[in-house]
């Protein structure tokens, strides 16, 4: 049976099942004109979530709503989401098993570590991590937190679209997009509320504006430097389904716009960012995204899990 897309009132019961155990995090509004173009932007700084990304708060509601045995939880992950569920899972008394694939990023191994989890490295790419999750869920009885293919995941990430609609008066948001858990989930709340959603993928991992292209999930091959956190393959039915209603479009972003987007964060903000919580912001940079003039534009800087030797290598 296909899982139920969450509404706004799950996401709403979402919010108050979470609240207690993650940031309200920030909006920085800026004037009008401060990327170029005559558009009025706000970066909402999840950056500074606990953990280091958005992926907390689905990591929060998908155990906060479910009955975890003695097994505990599982997960398969390039970093963010296990290091959101290894946190998770320490601060409500569970136990939790991580796999991340080979390309996950130093700086995300030792973050699940440091959170408690025991984490299990193998396989060049997340799908291999995601085989051997299964395989451990199914022999084990662990409750299973999927990244972003699961309806109690989405309607965590859309917390992040109510806090911020509180926050910010909205005409357009530009989101990240990997495996798609947080667009569907963000623009789940949007949407509806009259806000254009517009995801932003690289180049090279396009898995969202493909599944549209084509009316269902397809696979596409992944290479970018935002992979370990904008790697999935494939999203999926249930986010394909949201996204095929409430996103407007897609975008796509070549890596260097992505590193010369990681660079502005940081040399105008003080902001350091990882590549994919610095993607949606290279769509507006590079003009892949062109706001209408007085378009009020959120742009979603979503994790910040980046070793700082890599941050200084990408930004040159």
Same mark, same amino acid.
């Given at each position: ?20 155990? *993650?940031?309200?995090?920030?909006? !920085?509004?800026?004037?009008?004109? +401060? ?11 999840? @950056? ?15 155990? @906060? ?26 601060? %409500?008394?569970?136990?939790?098993? *991580? ?6 990023? &130093?700086?995300?191994? +030792?973050?699940?570590?440091?959170? $408690? +989890?025991?984490?299990?490295? $193998? ?26 293919? &699961? ?30 858990? %947080? ?24 898995? =969202? ?20 956190? !904008?790697?999935?393959?494939?999203? $999926?039915? =249930? ?17 260097? &716009? ?26 507006? =940079? ?27 290598? =990408?930004?040159?």
């Amino acid at each position: 049976m296909q899982p139920v897309p969450p509404d706004s009132e799950a996401i709403r019961a979402a919010y108050a099942r979470v609240l207690p155990h *993650i940031r309200v995090t920030p909006v !920085l509004n800026l004037a009008r004109g +401060a990327l170029g173009g005559d558009f009025i932007p706000n970066f909402k700084l999840e @950056l500074t979530q606990f953990a280091g990304s958005f992926k907390t708060r689905g990591a929060f509601n998908s155990i @906060l709503s479910n009955e975890i045995g003695p097994a505990g939880v599982a997960a398969a992950s390039g970093g963010n989401h296990g290091a959101a569920v290894a946190n998770a899972a320490r601060c %409500l008394g569970v136990k939790a098993r *991580i796999f991340v694939p080979e390309i996950s990023s &130093a700086s995300k191994i +030792a973050a699940i570590r440091r959170f $408690g +989890a025991e984490i299990v490295i $193998g396989g060049a790419r997340y799908d291999d991590a995601q085989a051997a999750c299964d395989a451990f869920v199914a022999q084990s009885g662990a409750f299973k937190i999927h990244p972003f293919a &699961a309806a109690a995941t989405i309607a965590g990430q859309g917390t992040l679209g109510l806090e911020w609609a509180e926050q910010a008066e909205l005409d357009t948001v530009l989101i990240a997009v990997g495996g798609g858990g %947080l667009i569907a989930g963000v623009s789940s709340w949007l949407a509806p509320k009259g806000v254009r959603v517009v995801g932003v993928e690289p180049e090279g991992s396009r898995a =969202l504006q493909a599944a549209l292209e084509a009316g269902g999930p397809v696979d596409v091959p992944v290479n970018s430097i935002a992979a370990d956190s !904008l790697g999935a393959k494939n999203v $999926g039915s =249930l986010v394909h389904s949201i996204a095929s209603r409430y996103v407007d479009h897609v975008v796509l972003v070549p890596d260097d &716009a992505i590193r010369a987007a990681m660079a502005t964060l940081w040399q105008d903000y003080r902001l350091l960012s990882e590549p994919g919580g610095a993607t949606a912001l290279a769509a507006v =940079l590079s003009g892949a995204y062109k706001p209408a003039p007085g378009e009020r534009v959120g742009i979603l800087l979503c994790g910040g899990n980046v070793d700082l030797s890599k941050a200084a290598e =990408l930004m040159g």
